[in-house]
């Protein structure tokens, strides 16, 4: 696995410059564009003790959809650049997260294929602040169709739209920080022989 890497993406609607650590002291340096994003990257980044430096400049007169999206197909292939080919790591990583009425789990398989479920609930809609809460559901779907992650993020309950949002990103880092845990004993966590 590599431990760092910078890595650049950009487009007519974003320009995205990031460097990860990716086991390091969940630093962060995070600059969106898209305040309450900021805060879920910082958050993301804290749990998963990955070091994350982040700067995206978007069309956001537009709206925040691109930046929030292109960041998290960034923040994927940066993390498929480092992880594979997968070996001496656990894979598999699971998390509850509670925040005071929300609760949200998170079981991730670092399968090297692709995949999504997100349950948030039928409330789970509209906006924090000037945020559109259905971004969140983009942002996880980039991450993990780039990173080739397969991930379950389920809210198992919760009111308040920030506390349901700031658990997703803490349980996602938390699961995807237990499933790089370095394990001497694995070579390539798969009875395939590869990943």
């Known amino acids: 696995m590599k431990e760092q890497i910078s890595h650049t993406r950009k487009t007519k609607e974003t320009d995205i410059s990031l460097e990860a650590t990716l086991y390091g002291s969940g630093s962060a340096r995070i600059s969106s564009?898209?305040?309450?994003?900021?805060?879920?990257?910082?958050?993301?980044?804290k749990h998963s003790l990955m070091d994350l430096t982040l700067k995206c400049q978007g069309d956001t007169h537009i709206d925040d959809h691109h930046s929030v999206e292109d960041c998290g197909i960034a923040l994927g292939e940066a993390l498929r650049?480092?992880?594979?080919?997968?070996?001496?790591?656990?894979?598999?990583?699971?998390?509850?997260?509670?925040?005071?009425?929300?609760?949200?789990?998170?079981?991730?398989?670092?399968?090297?294929?692709?995949?999504?479920?997100?349950?948030?609930?039928?409330?789970y809609g509209g906006k924090i602040g000037s945020f559109d809460v259905e971004l969140v559901e983009e942002f996880f779907r980039a991450v993990c169709f780039n990173?080739?992650?397969?991930?379950?993020?389920?809210?198992?309950?919760?009111?308040?739209?920030?506390?349901i949002t700031e658990a997703m990103f803490k349980a996602f880092g938390v699961s995807l920080r237990r499933a790089l845990t370095p394990n001497p004993r694995i070579s390539t966590p798969s009875t395939k022989g590869v990943l």
Request: net charge negative; with cysteine.
């Open 33 to 45: 564009g898209v305040g309450f994003f900021d805060h879920m990257l910082e958050a993301f980044s």
């Open 81 to 123: 650049q480092m992880m594979y080919p997968l070996s001496g790591v656990e894979r598999f990583g699971n998390a509850r997260v509670v925040m005071d009425e929300a609760c949200v789990a998170c079981d991730i398989d670092l399968a090297n294929r692709a995949f999504l479920v997100f349950e948030a609930g039928e409330g």
């Open 147 to 163: 990173a080739k992650i397969s991930a379950h993020i389920i809210c198992v309950r919760g009111k308040n739209l920030h506390h």
